[in-house]
């Protein structure tokens, strides 16, 4: 059966390499926004199930898989920041704290669908405003949602996590894995 993946992520890209899977890397655009009122997991939830769809209208044969990423803090919605001003802002608020990462996961096996979310607790270490310029001067978190890539050089921001580190980088594989043979479809 064909493997598509409904993202134009890197990371997620590799996270299912990683599985030594063959998929066809098919980006969706959709309006990520979310709706007033939408709490976080209810975002990526239905932005995971809207990017499915889009990629199953165009193939329709294939084991569908997206996903959709959030930092949340404080109640805040935390997507990829848009410049390196918003960059600093969004690790100004979270260094110290926790906050959570949800990653919603849909797989689409023509009219069966699983939908999963995934909530992890990530805890940064205190660190100074140089420091957060120095981190923001790299460039790394400008395409992250939160603005840090806990696989890269932010990985020196985190003090702890609790849950899954891969839905941290944007999918979870075990969740991917369960989902798909639930499908019918064995991934390992």
């Known amino acids: 059966m064909p493997i598509v993946l409904a993202s134009g992520s ?19 655009d959709i309006d990520e926004r979310p709706t007033p009122g939408e709490a976080p997991a209810a975002l990526v939830d239905r932005l995971s199930r809207e990017k499915a769809g889009a990629a199953a ?21 935390l997507g990829k920041p848009r410049d390196a001003g918003e960059n600093l802002s969004f690790l100004e608020r979270l260094a110290g704290r926790p906050h959570h990462v949800f990653t919603g996961h849909t797989l689409l096996r023509g009219d069966r669908h699983e939908t999963l979310v995934v909530d992890t607790e990530v805890t940064m270490r205190a660190f100074d405003r140089a420091e957060i310029e120095r981190y923001v001067a790299s460039g790394e978190g400008l395409d992250k949602a939160g603005g840090y890539a806990i696989q890269g050089r932010g990985s020196a921001l985190v003090r702890e996590l609790s849950g899954c580190y891969f839905n941290v980088v944007g999918l979870s594989v075990a969740t991917v894995v369960e989902a798909a043979r639930r499908l019918g479809v064995e991934l390992v």
């Open 57 to 77: 209208r165009r193939r329709p044969d294939a084991l569908v898989i997206a996903a959709d990423t959030v930092v949340v803090v404080d109640g805040a919605i």
């Open 10 to 28: 890197p990371r997620r890209k590799e996270l299912l390499e990683s599985l030594d899977l063959h998929f066809e890397v098919l980006p969706v």
